[in-house]
C-alpha cells in the first residue's frame, strides 16, 4: 500500500467519517441527512461493529466503508464494499487502491470468503481501479455473463 497510512476508523472518527460521507454524496448529487444525524448514524454502527470504516492519510483523505453478511450457500462471509471515496485533489495518488487494497485485507481476516462492490457505469475510474484490483463483473468466469446489480427504494 505504499506511503498510504490506512487506519480502523473508530467511534472517535464519526465526524470525519460523516464529513467524507457528505462530501461524497455531494459530489455526485445524491441527498444526505443532516451532519448530526450521520454522525450519531456512522457512531452506533462502528460501535455496535456493524460497519467497518477505513480512513487513509491523516486528513483524512479518503474512506473504503465495508459492511458484512453471512452467506446461506456458501455458509461463510461476503463482504460489501459499500462506498469508496477519496477527496477529489487527491485523486491519482494511489489512495483508493491503498483503500481498495485494505478493504481486501480486512475483509480477508474477518473471514469474508469474497467482497462485492458496484459503481455506475459512468464511473470508469472507478471501474478500473476494480478490474485493475481483480474484481469482475461476470458471473462464474471472465466469459461468464455481465452481473448487474438492481435497486428499489421502498
Known amino acids: 500500500m505504499g506511503d498510504v497510512v490506512i487506519r480502523h476508523a473508530t467511534a472517535a472518527d464519526a465526524p470525519d467519517v460523516a464529513r467524507l ?10 441527498p444526505s441527512p443532516a451532519a448530526d444525524v450521520l454522525v450519531a448514524r456512522v457512531r452506533e454502527l462502528l460501535t455496535t461493529g456493524e ?7 491523516e486528513g483524512p483523505d479518503g474512506f473504503a466503508q465495508l459492511r458484512f453478511r453471512r452467506s446461506v450457500l456458501l455458509g461463510g462471509w461476503t463482504a460489501l464494499l459499500e462506498e469508496l471515496y477519496v477527496v477529489p485533489g487527491l485523486r491519482g495518488r494511489g489512495i483508493g487502491r491503498a483503500l481498495v487494497e485494505a478493504a481486501v485485507d480486512a475483509a480477508q481476516r474477518a473471514g469474508a470468503t469474497s467482497i462485492e462492490v458496484g459503481t455506475s457505469e459512468d464511473d470508469t475510474a472507478a471501474m478500473a481501479l476494480y478490474e485493475s484490483a481483480g474484481f469482475s463483473n461476470r458471473e462464474d468466469s471472465p466469459d461468464g455473463p455481465v452481473m448487474y446489480c438492481y435497486i428499489r427504494e421502498l
Open 21 to 30: 460521507i457528505q462530501d461524497f454524496e455531494t459530489e455526485f448529487d445524491n
Open 51 to 57: 460497519m467497518t470504516v477505513l480512513l487513509a492519510g
